[in-house]
């Protein structure tokens, strides 16, 4: 058998291929190729896709919202349009962080200083766990309470309320006591919802995170007798104010609120 092989300093040439030879190891190295390897081909890149999302902008308004008569209530940095239930001033538990209206508990609910009869109210409110609040709307500063003469879309975190078995009209969305949410539109406690309250003479709308839940109208026999059947019958002046304050209530947990805005409808 013949050996086509040669050596040239550390290296040999083994029938075309070269070996080199280093510390009694042979390391066999294979010819170049002319056809490029899938790493040394280019690669093309895809331009980015630009974001098709909005940002939505917090506590503003925008051109479209001011020139239908939408008014800011809350600004992000203060309390200036509230005050408290009987009150000129807003409890101290109640206090502004992180571009929300923010209340620790247990120092009472806040109003809208101004009342308003018929109008569109909107705003964003996020819960703690197991957490209870609402939005009172139409009362006025007389009796014990905001809710005494208001009636409210309730506020509450459904998956870890206090009473598990609550009624379906003492759940988020409700008109408290008197007209369930239709769906439960509930996003975990700490996440942002929105409600949005339409309220043209008696007939009320709640809106919950983009849809209708509630459908009622105060001025019917059937809401009367309602009425007459609940706690809120000793409340001689409950849904049956022509205007009042927009109140936040304060039911002892930690509640948030930002984008609170409203429309009077004329």
């Not at 609910?109 to 964003?124: G, H, L, P, V």
């Not at 998956?159 to 009624?167: G, H, T, V, Y």
């Not at 408290?176 to 009320?204: C, H, L, Q, R």
């Not at 809401?223 to 609940?230: E, H, M």
Request: proline content about 4%.
């Amino acid at each position: 058998m013949k050996c086509c092989c040669g050596i040239r300093g550390n290296s040999a040439w083994i029938s075309g291929v070269a070996v080199v030879l280093a510390s009694s190891v042979a390391v066999i190295a294979q010819p170049a190729k002319d056809t490029p390897t899938k790493a040394d081909k280019p690669v093309a890149v895809q331009p980015a896709t630009p974001s098709t999302k909005a940002d939505t902008a917090v506590n503003t308004l925008t051109d479209a919202e001011r020139k239908a008569g939408w008014v800011l209530l809350f600004d992000g940095k203060s309390l200036e349009h509230f005050k408290g239930f009987k009150s000129d001033a807003v409890p101290a538990t109640w206090e502004v962080v992180d571009g929300t209206m923010h209340a620790k508990g247990g120092g009472g609910d806040i109003e809208t200083k101004d009342e308003y009869k018929d109008f569109e109210f909107s705003c964003e409110w996020k819960i703690s766990e197991g957490g209870n609040s609402g939005i009172i709307y139409r009362c006025v500063d007389e009796g014990g309470a905001t809710y005494e003469t208001g009636p409210e879309f309730q506020i509450l975190d459904n998956k870890n309320a206090k009473f598990k078995d609550a009624n379906p009209l003492n759940k988020a969305g409700a008109m408290y006591d008197f007209y369930p949410a239709s769906k439960d539109m509930a996003k975990p406690a700490g996440e942002w919802n929105t409600a949005k309250v339409i309220v043209k003479g008696t007939k009320v709308e709640h809106w919950w995170n983009g849809e209708k839940v509630v459908d009622g109208d105060m001025g019917t026999e059937a809401f009367k007798k309602q009425v007459a059947a609940s706690k809120f019958n000793v409340w001689k002046g409950f849904g049956i104010q022509p205007k009042g304050h927009i109140a936040f209530q304060d039911h002892g947990d930690q509640v948030w609120f930002r984008n609170v805005k409203i429309r009077v409808i004329k």
